[in-house]
T-cell receptor
Framework: DAGVTQSPTHLIKTRGQHVTLRCSPI?????VSWYQQVLGQGPQFIFQ???????GRGNFPDRFSARQFPNYSSELNVNALLLGDSALYLC????????????FGPGTRLTVT | GIQVEQSPPDLILQEGANSTLRCNFS?????LQWFHQNPWGQLINLFY???GTKQNGRLSATTVATERYSLLYISSSQTTDSGVYFC????????FGTGTSLTVIP
């Protein structure tokens, strides 16, 4: 079975632009979560969706938004990009919510110049 | 939120040595996982272990939920074990520790 997939793998954007990152969960998984990992730190929780409803939101500004589609795939949108948004963005899927075992995708590396 | 502390932050081992990584957390949790992050950023699942003890080859883990800590044991380390090891716990969301960077030298 395919694991969690994310696209694109790498992305370079300019300050002020908008970006959309995509994630497809493992088949049968109903929960998708997004994380931001900056160099030298552990991943930080951004959003969790379960059964297409937002179940949790981390301490990120309103420039960050997400949604989950009927097929359980998800998008993370970031508006008005800042240099500090440069990071590895990770998506995880799980059959349950945060209580279930989380499986991570390979990530999207975003560079903002 | 739940605080997750990992120790040691850095560890250098000779190939064949054993090691113990520790994860302390500040509140009761519904889920605890250990991950290995490879140089390309992929988080690889090692253990899903909210409580108890599990073993997988040269790796084993123990979580004592009542005392709010978990241990990851690596025996007979190999160079391919190098990388960053993360502990993550779930309360209302998933919280990661700051990781242990392991380097195994031949």
């Amino acid at each position: 079975d395919a694991g969690v997939t994310q696209s694109p793998t790498h992305l370079i954007k300019t300050r002020g632009q908008h970006v959309t990152l995509r994630c497809s969960p493992i088949s049968g998984h109903k929960s998708v979560s997004w994380y931001q990992q900056v160099l030298g730190q552990g991943p930080q929780f951004i959003f969790q969706y379960y059964e297409k409803e937002e179940r949790g939101r981390g301490n990120f500004p309103d420039r960050f938004s997400a949604r989950q589609f009927p097929n359980y795939s998800s998008e993370l949108n970031v508006n008005a990009l800042l240099l500090g948004d440069s990071a590895l963005y990770l998506c995880a899927s799980s059959f349950l919510d945060s209580r279930g075992e989380q499986y991570f995708g390979p990530g999207t590396r975003l560079t903002v110049t | 939120g739940i605080q997750v502390e990992q120790s040691p932050p850095d560890l250098i081992l000779q190939e064949g040595a054993n090691s113990t990584l520790r994860c302390n957390f500040s509140d009761s949790v519904n889920n605890l996982q250990w991950f290995h992050q490879n140089p390309w950023g992929q988080l690889i699942n090692l253990f899903y272990i909210p409580s108890g003890t599990k073993q997988n080859g040269r790796l084993s883990a123990t979580t004592v939920a009542t005392e709010r800590y978990s241990l990851l044991y690596i025996s007979s380390s190999q160079t391919t074990d190098s990388g960053v090891y993360f502990c993550a716990v779930a309360g209302n969301q998933f919280y990661f520790g700051t990781g242990t960077s392991l380097t195994v030298i031949p």
